[in-house]
């Protein structure tokens, strides 16, 4: 008797502690009332949907499935979508086209934020040691899609309740058509990566377009993946890496948030800063200690659904809710 009372007293004390963690944990989530909630199954399903298209590599089949894809899934979550079509010439010298994928939230609005990620994926594995598979295309889940997927869903989310600022999605093109390691060609060109951010720099959608600042996404549904403050961004963008990375710390998320001082990646981010003059910062996964500075699987033929995680899409969606949520 006097034990069954002492084992229904520890069950209560254990059923209270367990329900004021569970609020703690909660709280940390999801302090600011005014942003809605991510979900992260959504999300992963949008990258693994891109990802079964195939690699996603530009004049491809499953490329231009998946641009389809991507205009209809805009078309019904934003305002206004479209399709820039351009020309861009690769490292070889050869010119194709480049389709930039855009939705815009309340385009009349002149308080703007961009959000942005490639779509394309690589083609070419050239991190495979194995010389025969480095000329295989990759499937680019966390290189390409991750970011869309994120993008897709906060789409999503922004249909049902709009955030005070307007806000346009850019998903670009041939940003992963740079020269391979392998190329033995003497044509170099230093800006061989991201075309189609380069060509919509130049070229923005809409004549005179500015936006408050920009935010890219790069290889950001890794597990355990880690995003230091990337350090072109802190050059063009000091204010905007502060921001996101004190918003993600102030709701939870400093496990992958991380206040430590990253590389400098040659990303989309750099021509919307230097030609667009758009303030941008990339939130990109780096392994500063491996060979080629980012996760063992980049441009590798293992960059598949496996390496995704729903935590990692999370943390960086809901950051990003956080964060625009919170503009006037
Ligand atoms: C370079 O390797 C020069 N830039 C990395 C940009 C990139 C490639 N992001 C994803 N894939
Ligand atoms: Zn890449």
Redesign the pocket.
Known sequence: MKAGIILLLSILLFACVGEQQQKNIANKVQPNEKSPHFNADSAYHYVERQVLFGARVPQSNAHKACAEYLLSKLSDFCDTAQIQEGLVELYNGQVIPCRNIIGSFSPSKKKRVLLCAHWDSRPFSDQECDSEKQYLPILGAD?GASGVGVLLELARQMKQQQPNVGVDIVLFDV??Y?MPEFYKGNLYVEHS?CLGSQYWSKNPHRKGYSAHYGILL??VGGKNAVFKREQVSTYYASKIVDKVWNKAQEIGFSAYFRNEKGGA???DHLYLNKIANIPCIDIIRQEPDSETGFADYWHTQNDNMQNISKETLHAVGQTLLAVIYNEN
């Open positions: 290189d940003e992963d740079g990566w790069d290889m990646i040659t990303d």
